[in-house]
């Protein structure tokens, strides 16, 4: 069968708070970022992105902050909803143009 | 108004049976890819087609084949499963290369008993 998958970063966040995940990337040269939104047993699903000559940008409920200098991303979901539970995922294109993911954060709504 | 469609949803099969996994999109996008992904981990790129031309990545195992006969649909063929086969296998498109956002369909879940 399947082989033991790795222990993902969780974050449990009160319903109705807001929720920050972050993320670290690697590659100074990657210039587009992405979040992706996984609920158990579907594909990931597009949140929203950013191009590297951006620090921010909001979409409905979500901003995600772009800070180049220390690498970090960051998404921000407002007034959490039980909807939000998912495993999300940051991804950045590198010279190459090939997604690379980071590693997940499960996020877990408390009611 | 499904965009990326992956049939079946769920796949079982025995060791050794190959199976075919199939995707489809109605979004007229150049690229497809297939992804494997296990549990608690992030998708692991297997192969794209960016229209006709096939990209293998260097770690894909032999194992793992795909067809794309045209725009709108795409294969994925394990000749020969193995146990550690077993995943989630996820298409997506998008219009143009990498830096374009990808679209991914619900998956299909493989069992390999």
């Known amino acids: 069968g399947e082989s033991v998958g790795l222990h993902l970063p969780t974050l449990s966040v009160q319903e109705g708070d807001n929720s920050i995940i972050n993320c670290a990337y690697s590659?100074?040269?990657?210039?587009?970022f992405i979040w992706y939104k996984q609920e158990s047993g579907k594909g990931p699903q597009f949140i929203i992105d950013?191009?590297?000559n951006m620090d921010k940008r909001q979409g409905q409920r979500v901003t995600v902050l772009l800070n180049k200098t220390v690498k970090h991303l960051s998404l921000q979901i407002a007034a959490t909803q039980p909807g939000d539970s998912a495993v999300y995922f940051c991804?950045?294109?590198?010279?190459?143009?090939?997604?690379?993911w980071g590693a997940g954060t499960k996020l877990i709504i408390k009611p | 108004d499904a965009m990326v469609i992956q049939n079946p949803r769920y796949q079982v099969t025995q060791f050794g049976k190959p199976v075919t996994l199939s995707c489809s999109q109605t979004?007229?996008?150049?690229?497809m890819y297939w992804y494997q992904q296990k549990s608690s981990q992030a998708p692991k790129l297997l192969f794209h087609?960016?229209?006709?031309?096939?990209?293998n990545e260097a770690d894909t195992p032999d194992n793992f084949q795909s067809r794309r006969p045209n725009t709108s649909f795409c294969f994925l063929d394990i000749r020969s499963p193995g146990l550690g086969d077993a995943a989630m296998y996820l298409c997506?498109?998008?219009?143009?290369?990498?830096?374009?956002?990808?679209?991914f369909g619900p998956g299909t879940r493989l069992t390999v008993l």
């Open positions: 991804a950045e294109t590198d010279s190459n143009y090939q997604l690379i």
């Open positions: 590659n100074s040269a990657s210039d587009y």
């Open positions: 950013i191009r590297s």
């Open positions: 979004l007229n996008h150049n690229v």
């Open positions: 087609y960016y229209d006709k031309d096939f990209n």
């Open positions: 997506a498109t998008s219009s143009q290369t990498f830096g374009d956002t990808q679209y």
